[in-house]
């Protein structure tokens, strides 16, 4: 049996990885347009923060050594163009070292689509410039380092307020690059609870980062061997450019082959991670999820849920039927020094599923009473007025948050009450907590917003 | 209505102001034997290491606020010395200031104990001589303190190897003070998985403690103005002993009331944490509860039970109907640079309560590949072989352990199969954790005993 794999990263080389080890005959192809696998894309702003370290320290397994320990065929700079379901082939073109173009051509007997997302570029004016940067494959990274490194970069403009470009934000502080934050809508991080994202505001702005939330960026422009950053009313000045305003799933050679998408057109996939053609999988942030508050199909593109796909994709070929239940937009990020982590909905969110939200902010602290080098920690936390359910979960803080969100997210899994929640048995000690943990103490607090208060501000705070 | 709560700390003082906030016009009286109420017990070894803090700094709230500001009667220096349940009443004497005592009696509506826990202290010779210490109440820690501060303390023997004994182990070493640490049985933490109990051992050794550890101790000798620590075969100097061997449950009047008791001679309560008595209730360290896991009777006295229970006495004597679904063991402690956390049964416990274990021990790291600043993380984690369920976790390591054993303990509320816990979306950012958290590496390899092994030996590493 052949099982071709179309990407290279986490997605796609879970499922080689596993697929050799299940079947160690089983013929297995990748098919990577760049020349980078099986990398840590997570530790990029990490990586660049620190000019002393080489990109390629994130790369976790060389294609070389899937191909001479692992016997996989990885090919790398093979761009595929076009998926034959019919035929059960793919087809596209080589790049070769001399820049030389060659076709190719594979039949398969199970293809997985691990193709990954790719970052959202607006059709605008100069958004192509040279110093104009997106981050998502090894090697934007590898070009921003040297980029960096090769023009001396002092200022940077990033467009958009998402995990990467906070992430990015405090990677270029940490070389001295000055920083300006740019985009369209009015809140800083909108799908946040407000206290949470006006806390983060101002931790990021005490590391001299500027933040410009309301201003529609619409060209970018060469002036005087700088680039600018144009708005309708002001512009800003850059030596270099990172557009990080979210991704889209990397959908096309789905879309043209037939195979259908579901939310944000990622690719529809059940829950065993097969897409609407019974020899096509899809797994990554290319296909969509099942959200396990809603039981409804989400699109959130995370590394744990891509080689968790990757795995069960590798499983089903080879003859299991596993059924991975979905996600529950459990998220986690590291801004200057705060933690910031997410699990399940927002009142918002919950609305637009039918659900009657009730919810809190409190600010606690995370270490116990008279114990030295406490915090503030900042939770919101949102259940449903009608059946008690807890639906979600956000943190903000300087220690403790973003491994104690990990609680909320089981409880998520195992559709516990916000009741039931609040009587679980968290650790305790004074260095990591109060008697009290925080989750529990807003739990206690939802828990009248849920069954006493009566009025119909209840998300307000 | 009167309420009367026999134990002014945790459970006493909770159930005291909750009950007074349910009901503003009910009469509560508290009876506390010693000066102190309301203090983070917890919070002493951490007081006592360092030299400038007043212990009283652990006060959350004084006798005199209870009085004047919530209106409830707490009466200190008040000992209870027998319950008359049929007659509903307590008698009990007062140690005055002027050190004359003085006998009261209080009727009741309804009762509270709330005796807390007294340290075991073994029936031998010279464990009553001047310097040989406990702790558990303030005055413990407070007569500790002076005592170091008096005799200017070098050397210390702890008597014991528990949460205690090792909290107070780097209290003593943050003051450079000499530690030696005895105990009878062999094995450092024989409740620990073996590659955790190694681990934490050597740590504990690597800050110059010295650990004896199958050495009965037959009694303690003053000498030459020391304490001398006696074994069969050799002696410890010391200028202070702390015996940190455990404690028992404060049980003594509800014994003597006919109160029934049940594990380890602890105060037998229902889910509302009624006694045997229609009119008593008893909650924090001297009352038993229910085990999430094995959903039997357990004795685990530890601070946020004895907070949670207080409440829901104060709610239940309100007219209320709550009932607390029991503790699932988790407890967590910092010992010198290592966090180390446990939850629900470990092997020999599930075997106890009629599972069939099988485990898995790993070492993994606490970031993402590539990450700095990465250490190890050992998790040991229980699971039982005919139904799948997952029955406990422990782990050790240098962060990311202290708030990560409470995703275990809420799969435990929830009795998750170890299969669901592994799909759970947990948090992951290159600082906090590898792609896959340890706990879920850990759980996939527990599956594979699980499902896969049929060797006998499940749980050796």
Known sequence: MRFLIIGGDAAGMSAASRAKRNMPDMEIIVLEKTDDVSYSACGMPYNIADKERKIED??????RVFREKQGISVLTGHFVRKIDPMGKKVFGIYNQKNDQEKPFEYSYDKLLIATGGSPVVPDLPGFDLPGVMVLKNLDHGRKIKAY???NNVRNVVIIGMGYIGLEMCEAFRAQSIN??????????????????????K?????????IHAGYQVEKIELKDNHLNVVCENNSYEADMVLIAIGVNPGNELAIEAGIKTSIKNSIAVDKNLLTSNENIYAAGDCADAYHVVTDKK???PLALRANRAGWAVADNICGKNIEIPGVAGTAVFKVFDFEVARTGLTDKEAVKFGFTPACVTIKTRSRAHAHPGSSDIWIYMVGDKKTGRLLGAQMVGR?????????VAVALHSHMSVEQFSQTDLAYAPPFSPVWDPLLTTANQLLKRIYIDTSNNICQD
Request: net charge negative; hydrophobic share 50%; aromatic share 6%.
């Open 58 to 63: 994130l790369v976790v397994r060389e294609a």
């Open 399 to 407: 220690e403790g948050v973003a491994h104690r969100i990990n609680a």
């Open 179 to 200: 920083v300006t934050m740019v985009k369209p809508g009015a809140i800083f991080l909108p799908w946040m609870a407000e206290k949470l994202s006006d806390t983060l």
């Open 298 to 300: 989400t699109w959130i």
């Open 202 to 210: 101002k931790e990021v702005e005490s590391h001299d980062v500027k």
């Open 148 to 150: 960096i490194k090769e």
